[in-house]
């Protein structure tokens, strides 16, 4: 098991940003970032490939955030700008091994396909 540890989050205004960081206890296979607002489910926010980089995003977020991967530090990252009301939430790490059977890609932004979570940091934007 892999011990998540995330820190970065706060409040800002509107159109502003924030980077997200989550220390690793160890390397994995794939890593992501989700959120969970007030009375709503988590959703899959960003995955990353740790072998390779290949990011993948939910639409809700692409073109404002980035999710990469500090190998050497096993940190994992999600710069957010241009930051919306909508997108107040817990923000949570996750990670699991890389899988040796065949999945969908749509599987990444998936909350029961990882194995590992962080406790979470709280973002709040304001309007």
């Known amino acids: 098991q892999v011990r998540l540890v995330e820190s970065g989050g706060g409040a800002v205004q509107a159109g502003g940003s924030l980077r997200l960081s989550c220390v690793a206890s160890?390397?994995?296979?794939?890593m992501a970032w989700f959120r969970q607002a007030p009375g709503k489910e988590r959703e899959g926010v960003a995955s990353i490939y740790t072998s390779d980089s290949d990011a993948y995003y939910a639409d809700s977020v692409k073109g404002r955030f980035a999710i990469s991967l500090d190998e050497a530090k096993i940190t994992l990252y999600l710069q957010m700008n241009n930051l919306k009301p909508e997108d107040t939430g817990m923000y949570y790490c996750?990670?699991?091994?890389?899988?040796?059977?065949?999945?969908?890609?749509?599987?990444?932004?998936?909350?029961?396909?990882?194995?590992?979570w962080g406790q979470g940091t709280e973002v709040t934007v304001s309007s």
């Open positions: 160890a390397r994995t296979g794939y």
């Open positions: 996750a990670a699991r091994e890389r899988p040796y059977t065949s999945f969908s890609r749509v599987s990444r932004l998936q909350e029961d396909w990882y194995s590992d």
